[in-house]
């Protein structure tokens, strides 16, 4: 005997419904399943470097800074995170024709894939308005994204999604991976490189290129910080 029409929207809704009940709990698990870790020894930083964290993955607020461990480290800087933070020096402020570099170490692999990388363009970076784009690794699955921030609160978007790209040096078996980022910004172009190698190019009319020029470390990652280098053209 066939079943009739609102017998089978009933049965369809049940399903999707038992379905989401089934997963739903799971989908909770993961995302508190790699929360910031806690972090001795931080919240004070190098003279004249500022750093902003993200907010609290489980409270929704801005993450403490007591769990960011930011210091000076043989040639350049070393960062041992909870959340997820930028970090720059307003002295670091460039426009026109331009070439950022950083060489950046990842000491040990995260729980989770989690990057790091250098930002751009950087305004307002201490408060609600704060605006850049940056260019991350992730060595880890290596992979590479350049995406943009539009304001604190607002998610990034995304200029180009997680790429996977031969130029970007895989973590070793210690979780281990050097990588080096640089920007070239000229003649109207953005050029974006891995270890010397061009793996996006696109207009700066559409990035934000001028303004301060820093490092963004994801959360739960352990990174030393070569010297930026801040080249005019």
């Known amino acids: 005997m066939p079943i009739p029409q609102e017998n089978r929207t009933l049965i369809r809704f049940v399903t999707a419904t038992a379905v989401f009940l089934l997963f739903a709990p799971a989908a909770r698990l993961a995302a508190q399943g790699d929360p910031d870790r806690t972090v001795a020894g931080g919240g004070t930083f190098p003279a ?8 609290n993955r489980q409270t929704g607020q801005p993450a403490p800074l007591e769990n960011v461990k930011f210091a000076a480290m043989g040639d350049g800087l070393h960062t041992t995170v909870g959340p997820a933070a930028i970090y720059w020096r307003d002295r670091d402020t460039i426009s026109g024709n331009y070439h950022v570099v950083a060489k950046m170490t990842q000491m040990t692999n995260p729980a989770h894939p989690e990057a790091f990388g250098i930002l751009i363009g950087g305004k307002n970076l201490a408060d609600s ?4 784009t940056y260019f991350l690794v992730r060595p880890i699955d290596g992979k590479y994204s350049i995406r943009r921030r539009s304001s604190y609160a607002a998610r990034p978007t995304a200029v180009v999604e997680w790429t996977a790209s031969d130029a970007v040096t895989k973590s070793d078996t210690s979780g281990k991976a050097t990588n080096e980022l640089s920007i070239q910004v000229q003649g109207g172009k953005a050029k974006f490189m891995v270890n010397g190698k061009e793996v996006y190019t ?3 009319a559409t990035l934000d290129v001028t303004g301060v020029v820093g490092y963004r470390v994801n959360h739960n990652l352990d990174v030393h910080l070569g010297p930026l280098g801040i080249h005019k053209l």
């Open 48 to 55: 004249g470097w500022h750093v902003r964290t993200e907010t």
């Open 129 to 132: 308005g704060q605006t850049y």
């Open 202 to 204: 696109g207009d700066a």
